[in-house]
Every structure is written in structure tokens, then in C-alpha cells.
């Protein structure tokens, strides 16, 4: 596919998953001039230099600051309506940037008094009127970016402390009025001043920087030539190539939609090329990404939320969270290795390769800032500022490389994506902390915790399969992070009160889940997107995805029931039953496709294929499912059970391949 067309590919995916619009050419400086002051206040807040007292000074008004400066832009960005994607922007959108403007400046003005003299609970009158005001302007921000399921729920999240007493038994409360609801919403640091935009401000601003820049520095190019270079020539390589470089990429951007629109347009057309359908191509792709936003060392805004309601340095949730996605990724690997192997699909030709040796000389730095990262994250914990340290010494490398140095154009093209990325990211968390705003005011969050717990019958697995289930369905209507907040506040308490679970067990298990709606259908966004790029039916895509991504179907519920896989416990453990999760993985990919590595094709015959398939299925599911409490069999059990159902599989495997032989005279794959 030429590089005309892999444009064109990434246009129609890119106006299918975003609605922004293009500003006209005398406000096109806005959007950079706002990541530069964001950029500023943040590095003022963090580093504590005294530059920007005025809005810095104070933590609450730093964080009405972030809000008064992000917020105005989804109107200018985002139409009332996706028609309008294409027209220019209309009066009445001006008028809501000014409008917004001014309101978040009140609040940034009066950040002092609203702390001092307790506005959250007693404000005068012009403070209730413009909190009234910010409420509305926040819902249809959160409306524009990110759809109406999210602007839906948080409504009617954000009133229901208005009619709280008028509920059902169960999720009754104490009422409060319409101006205690508002000034609540507006001046607590419970609601839209909560932990979303608290973490949103003190740690993703910089991983956002971060990834925008890595991005446009050649980052991503770098990262793609590379997994061609090592993996492009090995059987079903460009599929392959796809795991490494979104697995990479999605360390970057945090996005599934960004990442498929990335390494999407290279890998897809070289997965087509070696035989591979578009479904298959696309599916693998979709999977990839979504893994990418799950693969440390920075895994999406979601991540540092997580850190913040556990109370625990963000290094804590990166250093939990490598364990599963190498589960993930190896299930991933492992079916396209038996698809290829099993379809006799090889992988590109070497010449038509890049050199390993040549890219790595021309992109040995994007290595050691990651390097620098990681070292920062983990060893000094340092995670607020890390990313403006990696950021620095990123763009000084650069500007010494002749190949990637930048010009002014690549300056404001950097500026316009990240401040994209913040307002659309801005505008859901103030609007989500609204809903988490509405549980704490009425106590909502422990009574649903409770009634979880009392559904359940204090069953842990039931526990489990209805906070999976949750967390799914929660995934398709709102983003990720939507979910995962609203979750974290409802359903985590009841898993770890209730069942007895480990806290960040429960918020990955919460957090996996809510990713699975990417891959899913009848939503599946991301295998929707690289259907785009693919050419491809976007269902059929889905159902690809779905199969192949299978076993992050269960991981999670293996991780919540032995948080070993999590780095929880002695390492002799941890080694132990990561490695008993890796032979189960490898069963159940394996069985998945119809083909084990070192023994061949499961089966001649369509009966024999059922049977050996789901004995090594069966065979894959006990060996890496946990076993003791509260599964009513322990590890040597499960794994006895598991080789007696594997061992034979294996052997009416080999003795099936023995006697297709003489029937067609070649060795069957």
C-alpha cells in the first residue's frame, strides 16, 4: 500500500472515531497558546518555582485554573452536532467559549474565599448562579467530547442527590436542594475538584506531554521500523510486528483509537500482503492496541486515577500491571503463531526489511528516555515529574539529530494535538466527577457496596462475574476512565470489603474489563477502527478480535483470585504461579487456532479437531487458573486435572497427524 492511500486510510478512520473540527486560520494559534500555559502553571505547581503564585498558590485554584484554561476549547473543537464537523464554527459556540471562559475564571478568582469561608456547604447568591452555570456548561462539554451515554448518566448522577429521598429502598438517601447539589458540585473537592481531576492535573498532564512529543518526534516510526526489522521475517511476521509496535505505541498514547490509527496503516496492508484476511488483519491489530493501553511504563490517564484512589505511587500500579499484559500479549502471539503456522502463511522478505543495526543507530535515544522514565518512575518515584524530565531531554537529543530535528511547523502541530488530548480529556473527568460527586454527597457509594454484597449472597466468584459483567456494560455506553472512576467508587468497595480481595487486584480486574468493550461487539471501537483502515466488515472484525483477544476474557479473574500475578508475595511465588499461567496461556491460545507449537495441527478430522481442541482447552483453563480460596480446589488439583485432559490431547493429537500421513503422503503442519 502506498503512503497516499495509508493517508487516506487514516483520515476516514480518524473523522469516523473523532468529531473535532478545524478552527479557522485566525484562532488557529489558541489551542498551542493553551498547552504552553497549561504546561507552565504545571511545571510552576510541581517544581514549586514561584512564577505563577497567583494561580498556583493555592491547590484548589491550580486545579479551577487547569479547568477554566482546557474547558472553553471542547466548544470551539468539539460541534453541537457531528454535521457540523465540517462548517465553521457557528456564534452561538463563541459565545459558549466566552461564557465558559468567564465562569472558570470566577471560580479561579474566588478559590481563596470558597476554601476559607466553606462555599461548598453555605455560598452567597452571585457564587449559586454560577455554579448553576458551570454545571450546564460542564455536561454539554462532557456531551460533545465524549457522546451522549456519558452525558446522559452524568446527569442524572449529578440530580440525584435532589431526589434521594424518593428512591427505591436501596439507593435512598437524604435529599439535599438544587443550590446545595450545584455549590457542592462546583466548590467541593468531592465533585468536579475530585480525584479524576486531581490526578488528572499532578500526573497526566506530563505523561500526555510526553506521549504527544515521543509521537511526533519519530517516536512511533521508530518503534514500528524496529518491530519489522526483528520480526517482520519470521512466519505470520507483519502480525506479530503489530503486537510489538502497539504494545510500544500504546505506552505512548494511552489510546486504543490513536494507536490502531498509528501502527494500523503499516501493519494491516503488510498482514494483507502475506495472506492474512482483512478480519483477521484488522482483529489483530484492534487486539494489539487495546493490549498497548494496558502495557506499562504509561498506560493511559486511567492508570494514575487508579494510583490516586489506592493511595499509592503510580510505579506501584505500572509494576502490577506487567505481569498481566505479558499474559495478554503471549495469548495474543501464540494464536497468531498457530494461525500462521496452521495456514502455512510466511513472513515478508528479509531485503524488503529495515535493518535492525540502521534503526536502532538512527533511534537509539527514544530507547534511553524510556530508559530514563522507567528509572525515574521506579527507582527514584518520582512519577509527577519524571515525564517533564524524559520530555526535556527527548527534544535537546532531537534537536542534535539532523534527521528528526524540528521546525516551527512540528512545534505548533505538537501544541495542537496535546491540547486536543486535554480538553476532550478535561471535559470527561470534570463531568465524571460529578457522578462520584453525587455518591459521596448522599452516601450512595457504600449503600450500592452493600447491596452488591448482599445480591451475591457473599459469593466471591458471583461477586466477580457481576462486577465483570458491570464494568463491561459500563464500557460500552462511557470511555474507559468514565467507567473505571464510577466503578472504583461503587463496585470496588463491595469486591474488596465483601469478598476479601486485594484493593489493586480489584481495580485492575475493574479496569481489564472495562477495556474489553474495544474488542467486543456490537460497540468494539477499536476493531471498528482498524476494520476502517482494513477495508473490512467492521462486525466481522469485531468477532475476530473477540476471538483472538479471548484470554483477556479471564485473565483478570485470575489475577483478582492470586494477586501474585500482580507482584503481590514472595518471588518464589510469584515465579511459580506466573509460570503455571504461562503453560495454561499457551494451552488455551493454542486451542484457540487448532495448532501447538512442538506438536502440530490438533486433529485431521472435524470430530477428532473438537476433541482434541477442547481437551487442550480444558487443559489450558485449569493450568492457569488459580486455585484454594474461593475455588473449591487447590493448584496441585487444577493442575493435575489439567495435565490428565492435556497429556492425552497431545497424544491423540500426534497419533491423528501419524494417520493423516498415508491419506495425502506430506507431514501435515
Same mark, same amino acid.
Given at each position: 500500500?502506498? &503512503?497516499?492511500?495509508?493517508?487516506?486510510?487514516?483520515?476516514?478512520?480518524?473523522?469516523?472515531?473523532?468529531?473535532?473540527?478545524?478552527?479557522?486560520?485566525?484562532?488557529?494559534? =489558541?489551542?498551542?497558546?493553551?498547552?504552553?500555559?497549561?504546561?507552565?502553571?504545571?511545571?510552576?505547581?510541581?517544581?514549586?518555582?514561584?512564577?505563577?503564585?497567583?494561580?498556583?498558590?493555592?491547590?484548589? &485554584?491550580?486545579?479551577?485554573?487547569?479547568?477554566?484554561?482546557?474547558?472553553?476549547?471542547?466548544?470551539?473543537?468539539?460541534?453541537?452536532?457531528?454535521?457540523?464537523?465540517?462548517?465553521?464554527?457557528?456564534?452561538?459556540?463563541?459565545?459558549?467559549?466566552?461564557?465558559?471562559?468567564?465562569?472558570?475564571?470566577?471560580?479561579?478568582?474566588?478559590?481563596?474565599?470558597?476554601?476559607?469561608?466553606?462555599?461548598?456547604?453555605?455560598?452567597?447568591?452571585?457564587?449559586?448562579?454560577?455554579?448553576?452555570?458551570?454545571?450546564?456548561?460542564?455536561?454539554?462539554?462532557?456531551?460533545?467530547?465524549?457522546?451522549?451515554?456519558?452525558? =446522559?448518566?452524568?446527569?442524572?448522577?449529578?440530580?440525584?442527590?435532589?431526589?434521594?429521598?424518593?428512591?427505591?429502598?436501596?439507593?435512598?438517601?437524604?435529599?439535599?436542594?438544587?443550590?446545595?447539589?450545584?455549590?457542592?458540585?462546583?466548590?467541593?473537592?468531592?465533585?468536579?475538584?475530585?480525584?479524576?481531576?486531581?490526578?488528572?492535573?499532578?500526573?497526566?498532564?506530563?505523561?500526555?506531554?510526553?506521549?504527544?512529543?515521543?509521537?511526533?518526534?519519530?517516536? *512511533?516510526?521508530?518503534?514500528?521500523?524496529?518491530?519489522?526489522?526483528?520480526?517482520?521475517?519470521?512466519?505470520?511476521?507483519?502480525?506479530?510486528?503489530?503486537?510489538?509496535?502497539?504494545?510500544?505505541?500504546?505506552?505512548?498514547?494511552?489510546?486504543?483509537?490513536?494507536?490502531?490509527?498509528?501502527?494500523?496503516?503499516?501493519?494491516?496492508?503488510?498482514?494483507?500482503?502475506?495472506?492474512?484476511?482483512?478480519?483477521?488483519?484488522?482483529?489483530?491489530?484492534?487486539?494489539?492496541?487495546?493490549?498497548?493501553?494496558?502495557?506499562?511504563?504509561?498506560?493511559?490517564?486511567?492508570?494514575?486515577?487508579?494510583?490516586?484512589? =489506592?493511595?499509592?505511587?503510580?510505579?506501584?500500579?505500572?509494576?502490577?500491571?506487567?505481569?498481566?499484559?505479558?499474559?495478554?500479549?503471549?495469548?495474543?502471539?501464540?494464536?497468531?503463531?498457530?494461525?500462521?503456522?496452521?495456514?502455512?502463511?510466511?513472513?515478508?522478505?528479509?531485503?524488503?526489511?529495515?535493518?535492525?543495526?540502521?534503526?536502532?543507530?538512527?533511534?537509539?535515544?527514544?530507547?534511553?528516555?524510556?530508559?530514563?522514565?522507567?528509572?525515574?518512575?521506579?527507582?527514584?518515584?518520582?512519577?509527577?515529574?519524571?515525564?517533564?524530565?524524559?520530555?526535556?531531554?527527548?527534544?535537546?537529543?532531537?534537536?542534535?539529530?539532523?534527521?528528526?530535528?524540528?521546525?516551527?511547523?512540528?512545534?505548533?502541530?505538537?501544541?495542537?494535538?496535546?491540547?486536543?488530548?486535554?480538553?476532550?480529556?478535561?471535559?470527561?473527568?470534570?463531568?465524571?466527577?460529578?457522578?462520584?460527586?453525587?455518591?459521596?454527597?448522599?452516601?450512595?457509594?457504600?449503600?450500592?457496596?452493600?447491596?452488591?454484597?448482599?445480591?451475591?449472597?457473599?459469593?466471591?466468584?458471583?461477586?466477580?462475574?457481576?462486577?465483570?459483567?458491570?464494568?463491561?456494560?459500563?464500557?460500552?455506553?462511557?470511555?474507559?476512565?468514565?467507567?473505571?472512576?464510577?466503578?472504583?467508587?461503587?463496585?470496588?468497595?463491595?469486591?474488596?470489603?465483601? *469478598?476479601?480481595?486485594?484493593?489493586?487486584?480489584?481495580?485492575?480486574?475493574?479496569?481489564?474489563?472495562?477495556?474489553?468493550?474495544?474488542?467486543?461487539?456490537?460497540?468494539?471501537?477499536?476493531?471498528?477502527?482498524?476494520?476502517?483502515?482494513?477495508?473490512?466488515?467492521?462486525?466481522?472484525?469485531?468477532?475476530?478480535?473477540?476471538?483472538?483477544?479471548?484470554?483477556?476474557?479471564?485473565?483478570?479473574?485470575?489475577?483478582?483470585?492470586?494477586?501474585?500475578?500482580?507482584?503481590?508475595?514472595?518471588?518464589?511465588?510469584?515465579?511459580?504461579?506466573?509460570?503455571?499461567?504461562?503453560?495454561?496461556?499457551?494451552?488455551?491460545?493454542?486451542?484457540?487456532?487448532?495448532?501447538?507449537?512442538?506438536?502440530?495441527?490438533?486433529?485431521?478430522?472435524?470430530?477428532?479437531?473438537?476433541?482434541?481442541?477442547?481437551?487442550?482447552?480444558?487443559?489450558?483453563?485449569?493450568?492457569?487458573?488459580?486455585?484454594?480460596?474461593?475455588?473449591?480446589?487447590?493448584?496441585?488439583?487444577?493442575?493435575?486435572?489439567?495435565?490428565?485432559? *492435556?497429556?492425552?490431547?497431545?497424544?491423540?493429537?500426534?497419533?491423528?497427524?501419524?494417520?493423516?500421513?498415508?491419506?495425502?503422503?506430506?507431514?501435515?503442519?
Amino acid at each position: 500500500m502506498n &503512503q497516499a492511500s495509508q493517508q487516506e486510510d487514516v483520515g476516514a478512520a480518524k473523522e469516523q472515531v473523532s468529531k473535532v473540527r478545524s478552527l479557522p486560520r485566525a484562532l488557529r494559534w =489558541l489551542p498551542g497558546t493553551v498547552t504552553v500555559l497549561l504546561t507552565l502553571m504545571t511545571l510552576d505547581y510541581l517544581f514549586n518555582l514561584g512564577w505563577l503564585t497567583f494561580v498556583t498558590g493555592l491547590e484548589t &485554584q491550580f486545579y479551577y485554573a487547569v479547568v477554566a484554561l482546557l474547558l472553553p476549547l471542547v466548544f470551539l473543537l468539539w460541534p453541537m452536532f457531528p454535521s457540523g464537523q465540517s462548517k465553521p464554527v457557528p456564534w452561538y459556540d463563541y459565545l459558549l467559549f466566552i461564557v465558559t471562559a468567564i465562569v472558570g475564571g470566577y471560580f479561579v478568582f474566588q478559590a481563596e474565599s470558597i476554601l476559607e469561608r466553606g462555599w461548598a456547604f453555605a455560598a452567597p447568591e452571585p457564587a449559586v448562579w454560577f455554579s448553576y452555570a458551570y454545571w450546564l456548561l460542564i455536561l454539554e462539554a462532557a456531551r460533545r467530547a465524549g457522546g451522549w451515554p456519558i452525558a =446522559l448518566i452524568v446527569a442524572l448522577f449529578s440530580c440525584y442527590p435532589m431526589v434521594a429521598d424518593i428512591m427505591p429502598g436501596p439507593i435512598q438517601a437524604f435529599p439535599s436542594t438544587l443550590e446545595q447539589t450545584a455549590i457542592y458540585h462546583t466548590m467541593s473537592t468531592e465533585s468536579i475538584m475530585g480525584v479524576p481531576l486531581q490526578a488528572f492535573a499532578s500526573l497526566v498532564i506530563g505523561f500526555l506531554i510526553f506521549g504527544v512529543v515521543l509521537q511526533k518526534t519519530g517516536g *512511533g516510526a521508530f518503534f514500528i521500523n524496529l518491530a519489522f526489522s526483528l520480526l517482520g521475517h519470521v512466519r505470520g511476521g507483519p502480525a506479530k510486528v503489530s503486537i510489538f509496535a502497539s504494545g510500544l505505541m500504546g505506552s505512548m498514547s494511552g489510546s486504543v483509537i490513536t494507536n490502531v490509527l498509528t501502527t494500523g496503516v503499516l501493519s494491516i496492508p503488510a498482514m494483507r500482503r502475506i495472506g492474512m484476511s482483512r478480519s483477521f488483519a484488522g482483529g489483530v491489530e484492534a487486539c494489539a492496541s487495546t493490549g498497548g493501553v494496558l502495557m506499562p511504563p504509561v498506560m493511559g490517564a486511567t492508570a494514575f486515577i487508579m494510583a490516586m484512589f =489506592l493511595d499509592v505511587p503510580y510505579a506501584a500500579v505500572a509494576l502490577a500491571a506487567v505481569i498481566p499484559s505479558v499474559l495478554y500479549f503471549l495469548g495474543l502471539f501464540i494464536q497468531i503463531d498457530a494461525y500462521a503456522a496452521r495456514n502455512n502463511i510466511k513472513g515478508l522478505p528479509k531485503l524488503e526489511l529495515p535493518s535492525v543495526k540502521q534503526t536502532l543507530k538512527e533511534g537509539w535515544y527514544f530507547i534511553f528516555v524510556f530508559v530514563l522514565l522507567v528509572w525515574m518512575l521506579l527507582v527514584m518515584q518520582r512519577e509527577a515529574v519524571a515525564p517533564f524530565y524524559a520530555t526535556a531531554l527527548l527534544l535537546v537529543i532531537n534537536q542534535l539529530s539532523k534527521s528528526h530535528r524540528w521546525g516551527w511547523k512540528n512545534v505548533t502541530d505538537t501544541l495542537n494535538a496535546a491540547a486536543k488530548l486535554f480538553a476532550e480529556l478535561i471535559a470527561i473527568l470534570a463531568g465524571v466527577g460529578m457522578l462520584v460527586g453525587a455518591l459521596s454527597m448522599t452516601g450512595l457509594s457504600g449503600t450500592i457496596a452493600n447491596d452488591f454484597i448482599h445480591l451475591a449472597g457473599g459469593s466471591v466468584p458471583l461477586l466477580l462475574v457481576m462486577g465483570a459483567l458491570t464494568s463491561f456494560v459500563l464500557g460500552i455506553g462511557m470511555t474507559v476512565t468514565a467507567a473505571y472512576i464510577f466503578l472504583a467508587v461503587a463496585l470496588a468497595p463491595a469486591l474488596t470489603q465483601g *469478598g476479601g480481595l486485594d484493593p489493586m487486584a480489584v481495580h485492575m480486574f475493574i479496569l481489564y474489563w472495562g477495556m474489553l468493550s474495544f474488542i467486543t461487539p456490537p460497540v468494539a471501537l477499536g476493531a471498528f477502527a482498524a476494520a476502517t483502515v482494513a477495508g473490512a466488515r467492521p462486525m466481522e472484525t469485531g468477532l475476530q478480535a473477540m476471538r483472538l483477544g479471548s484470554v483477556i476474557y479471564f485473565i483478570p479473574f485470575m489475577f483478582v483470585l492470586n494477586p501474585a500475578l500482580i507482584m503481590q508475595g514472595s518471588p518464589i511465588g510469584i515465579i511459580l504461579v506466573f509460570c503455571q499461567a504461562v503453560l495454561g496461556i499457551v494451552l488455551f491460545a493454542s486451542a484457540m487456532q487448532g495448532y501447538l507449537i512442538g506438536v502440530g495441527r490438533l486433529g485431521h478430522t472435524p470430530a477428532m479437531e473438537v476433541i482434541i481442541r477442547t481437551l487442550v482447552l480444558i487443559a489450558g483453563f485449569c493450568v492457569a487458573l488459580p486455585g484454594g480460596k474461593p475455588i473449591p480446589f487447590s493448584n496441585l488439583e487444577l493442575l493435575s486435572v489439567g495435565l490428565a485432559t *492435556g497429556i492425552p490431547a497431545i497424544l491423540l493429537a500426534r497419533w491423528s497427524q501419524h494417520r493423516a500421513i498415508p491419506r495425502n503422503g506430506i507431514t501435515p503442519h
